[in-house]
T-cell receptor
Framework: DGGITQSPKYLFRKEGQNVTLSCEQN?????MYWYRQDPGQGLRLIYY???????QKGDIAEGYSVSREKKESFPLTVTSAQKNPTAFYLC?????????????FGPGTRLTVL | AQSVSQHNHHVILSEAASLELGCNYS??????LFWYVQYPGQHLQLLLK??????LVKGIKGFEAEFIKSKFSFNLRKPSVQWSDTAEYFC?????????????FGGGTRLMVKP
């Protein structure tokens, strides 16, 4: 069953703690992305990676960090520096990162910081 | 900076009504345009996309969209909606020359279709 998996579906953390969201894909895609979805604001790009061991900041990278050690994995860490971390986080991938590529999305992780 | 606007945040229709969801983008050059849909409890998925050629593009489930360059618009249409079309719809754009596939999304439109 090919696709993108994100875990966990729901995540609760105390304020001041770092938390890492998992994203795995078995589509053999080169490019991967992290978005944050807030009501009425659509999706905003946090980070993206077009190739292993390389990644670029998106529009709202402050307070977040990523790594891309393997092609199939692109974990996102929400650090204590992120001022408003409670949100729905979506991971996506595309074949090569070209502007014409379709992005395929995972089911998302809803993070609540208490 | 590039932006995408969806003017209708919530739309409520009865089954068999016609649908048109507005989308405007702000980039002046060549753009690639997409409509994504998020059904309740499901992944965000592609409905249709436009790169070049015929400005009227057809997607899945009877949806279509028309690219009007002079109006910077890419409105989504469906002649007759069904209850199963209840979902949130997102318009997205990216400059053709963008090297990083950094999509800009609109704020989304929640569609509710009453049976």
């Amino acid at each position: 069953d090919g696709g993108i998996t994100q875990s966990p579906k729901y995540l609760f953390r105390k304020e001041g703690q770092n938390v890492t969201l998992s994203c795995e894909q078995n589509l053999n895609h080169d490019a991967m992305y992290w978005y944050r979805q807030d009501p009425g604001q659509g999706l905003r790009l946090i980070y993206y990676s077009q190739i292993v061991n390389d990644f670029q900041k998106g529009d709202i990278a402050e307070g977040y960090s990523v790594s891309r050690e393997k092609k199939e994995s692109f974990p996102l860490t929400v650090t204590s520096a992120q001022k408003n971390p409670t949100a729905f986080y979506l991971c996506a991938s595309s074949l090569s990162g070209q502007s014409t590529d379709t992005q395929y999305f995972g089911p998302g992780t809803r993070l609540t910081v208490l | 900076a590039q932006s995408v606007s969806q003017h209708n945040h919530h739309v409520i229709l009865s089954e068999a009504a016609s649908l048109e969801l507005g989308c405007n983008y702000s980039y002046g050059g060549t753009v690639n345009l997409f409509w994504y849909v998020q059904y309740p409890g499901q992944h965000l998925q592609l409905l249709l996309k436009y790169f070049s050629g015929d400005p009227l593009v057809k997607g899945i489930k009877g949806f279509e969209a028309e690219f009007i360059k002079s109006k910077f618009s890419f409105n989504l249409r469906k002649p007759s909606v069904q209850w199963s079309d209840t979902a949130e719809y997102f318009c997205a754009a990216i400059p053709y020359a963008n090297a990083g596939n950094m999509l800009t999304f609109g704020g989304g439109t929640r569609l509710m279709v009453k049976p």
